[in-house]
């Protein structure tokens, strides 16, 4: 089943073309690495994809339908940026999480703030940049949504947290559900992927498994990654 499909998708800043004429499809039970330098489009589809910008042309379907209310529904978005409310605490960011989303599992967001050493009860201000990042991931994958994407969501945390981040994605992870993450950290979640897609200049430049590019290329996806934007 074909769970996001973007159709001749394209977006312009005024005269600057950010993405053009993109065409792809994310089916279910995938884990999408969405790859590219700074300004090659990445964001731009991430947030034409959650509704937060029209396209020019083309169109964005999740789960047949155009993005709306019912697709932030089975949607859970990581965005680059964090989004708190700075004072308050991080249990009453939990507590307005499940009285917001009918699929959000606080049971399994308390275990993760516990694994990632993190207190409930301190205040979003008091928190470092890095941990207010690990709170907004594990309120993100704390939904049991059909479709995850996140935005650079390792940027701000240590090697070993990341290791924990994407075992806990593994482990987790609902096999009728996708995730797409965003990420320059390619080293560290290539071993997670199913399926990359690197974008270049606002055009899809390859869409392919994992593991047929490792046989292709014999090499690593981070070193297909500087390969193939070396020769662009």
Same mark, same amino acid.
């Given at each position: 089943m074909v769970l996001l499909e973007c159709k001749d998708l394209s977006k312009k800043y005024g005269k600057k073309q950010a993405l053009a004429d993109v065409n792809l499809e994310i089916p279910s039970g995938r884990i999408v690495g969405l790859l590219g330098r700074n300004g090659s489009g990445k964001t731009t589809l991430i947030k034409l994809i959650n509704n937060l910008l029209t396209p020019t042309t083309g169109e964005v379907l999740i789960n047949g339908k155009k993005p709306g209310v019912e697709s932030k529904n089975i949607v859970s978005y990581l965005p680059e940026r964090t989004y708190f409310s700075r004072n308050i605490s991080v249990k009453k960011t939990l507590e307005f999480f499940e009285d917001f989303y009918k699929d959000f599992d606080l049971k399994r967001a308390q275990k993760l703030l516990k694994d990632l #050493?993190? %207190?409930?009860?301190? /205040?979003?201000? &008091?928190?470092? =940049? *890095?941990?207010?990042e690990k709170v907004q991931l594990v309120l993100v994958m704390s939904r049991r949504a059909k479709l995850y994407i996140l935005d650079e969501p390792l940027g701000g945390v240590d090697p070993a947290t990341r290791d924990y981040i994407l075992d806990t994605i593994l482990t987790n992870f609902n096999e009728k559900a996708s995730l797409i993450i965003s990420t320059h950290l390619i080293s560290d979640i290539e071993r997670i992927l199913? %399926? $990359? !897609?690197?974008? %270049? =200049? *606002? /055009?899809? !430049? @390859?869409?392919?498994? &994992?593991? $047929?590019?490792?046989?292709?290329? =014999?090499?690593?996806? #981070?070193?297909?990654? /500087?390969?193939? @934007?070396?020769? &662009?």
């Open positions: #050493d993190l %207190d409930e009860d301190q /205040r979003i201000s &008091a928190m470092s =940049k *890095g941990m207010q199913d %399926d $990359v !897609v690197l974008i %270049d =200049k *606002g /055009r899809i !430049v @390859l869409h392919e498994e &994992a593991d $047929v590019l490792r046989t292709k290329y =014999k090499t690593s996806i #981070d070193a297909i990654f /500087r390969k193939e @934007l070396k020769n &662009a």
